[in-house]
């Protein structure tokens, strides 16, 4: 797991809100040079990335499954996810577990960076990039000074469908 280098001081990286209004916190986390955030109590834990038992037939998306203290859980490698690159796991490459509609799901990352507070006036909508491109997942754009980070709402990302298919990769 990566620990990222504060390049300004905490105060700056987690504001106190002007207006009275709470800051959300974000995990954030990184897929090639792009900069992600989930929700913070979304999150379980964070593991280092190991070895997942393959499922027959899943979508490529779906890494496996681990077995997490007695919890069979379905394994997602983001960047199949989004159709990026593939990359080569390393010492980084980490696993969050997420608790996504009432279940346990974990998400391979490329690098955990740090907890970030973002207020209101901080988040912009997310752009509208057309009917070709599914953009329903994104709930906005965090900026904080220089930096932009794409706010992800999990349980959209993983629709339906793709719990679906989490179940059957998990229990056969």
Do not use: C, W
């Not at 960076?113 to 207020?119: A, E, G, K, N, R």
Request: proline share 6%; charged share 20%; glycine share 8%.
């Amino acid at each position: 797991m990566t620990a990222a280098t504060p390049s300004a001081p905490a105060e700056a990286r987690n504001p106190a809100p002007a207006d009275g209004g709470m800051p959300n916190e974000f995990l954030t986390f990184t897929l090639g040079e792009e900069e992600y955030g989930v929700d913070i109590l979304k999150v379980q834990e964070i593991r280092g990335y190991d070895t997942v038992t393959k499922v027959p037939n899943a979508p490529a998306f779906i890494k496996g499954v681990i077995n997490l203290r007695g919890t069979i859980v379905p394994v997602v490698d983001l960047r199949l996810k989004f159709s990026l690159q593939r990359a080569d796991y390393n010492e980084f490459t980490v696993m969050i577990i997420l608790n996504v509609a009432r279940r346990v799901v974990g998400v391979v990352v490329d690098g955990v960076s740090d907890v970030m507070q973002l207020t209101p006036e901080q988040i912009r909508p997310a752009p509208e990039f057309g009917s070709g491109i599914n953009t329903k997942f994104i709930t906005g754009i965090g900026a904080l000074d220089q930096r932009m980070l794409i706010l992800m709402d999990i349980e959209k990302l993983m629709s339906s469908e793709d719990m679906a298919l989490m179940d059957s990769a998990s229990v056969h």
